[in-house]
């Protein structure tokens, strides 16, 4: 007979959270049948090959969604979000994605992805506290 322990643990593991997210995805596959999923990432990186912009993200079940976008504060004002946006609806519409989703909070870029076509389908008050976090999306196609 097993015993389960429950511990908080503060900083997991990479190893960890990735166990987590490839029984999520397993769950997933055998619920829809669908077993397209891949990851992406595009990078904008500097003679040194350090990372100064980024975008990654998944694509699954003809819908892509976005999990992380940065660029560094030297390179803001330079359209490299805007190419990078468009990097990533072209690679989901080679993929036959409908869908694209993402979430920004108030303090980050909603007003940015709104610009490029994005539509607001809810927001969520004081998430974090005093402000909120935006969950945008836009059809394809």
């Given at each position: 007979?097993?015993?389960?322990?429950?511990?908080?643990?503060?900083?997991?593991?990479?190893?960890?959270?990735?166990?987590?997210?490839?029984?999520?995805?397993?769950?997933?596959?055998?619920?829809?049948?669908?077993?397209?999923?891949?990851?992406?990432?595009?990078?904008?990186?500097d003679d040194d090959q350090e990372i100064r912009a980024g975008v990654a993200g998944w694509m699954w079940g003809g819908s892509c969604y976005?999990?992380?976008?940065?660029?560094?504060?030297?390179?803001?004002?330079?359209?490299?979000?805007?190419?990078?946006?468009?990097?990533?609806?072209?690679?989901?519409?080679?993929?036959?994605?409908?869908?694209?989703?993402?979430?920004?909070?108030?303090?980050?870029?909603?007003?940015?992805?709104?610009?490029?076509?994005?539509?607001?389908?809810?927001?969520?008050?004081?998430?974090?506290?005093?402000?909120?976090?935006?969950?945008?999306?836009?059809?394809?196609?």
């Amino acid at each position: 007979m097993s015993h389960e322990h429950f511990m908080m643990e503060i900083s997991p593991t990479l190893e960890d959270m990735q166990f987590l997210e490839d029984r999520l995805h397993d769950y997933n596959v055998e619920q829809t049948g669908m077993d397209d999923g891949q990851e992406y990432a595009f990078f904008v990186r500097d003679d040194d090959q350090e990372i100064r912009a980024g975008v990654a993200g998944w694509m699954w079940g003809g819908s892509c969604y976005i999990r992380s976008l940065w660029v560094h504060k030297d390179l803001r004002g330079q359209d490299i979000g805007t190419k990078l946006l468009q990097s990533v609806e072209r690679e989901a519409l080679a993929r036959d994605c409908q869908l694209i989703v993402l979430e920004s909070f108030s303090f980050q870029a909603p007003e940015f992805y709104q610009k490029l076509g994005f539509e607001t389908f809810a927001v969520l008050e004081d998430h974090p506290r005093g402000h909120q976090h935006h969950y945008l999306r836009k059809c394809l196609g």
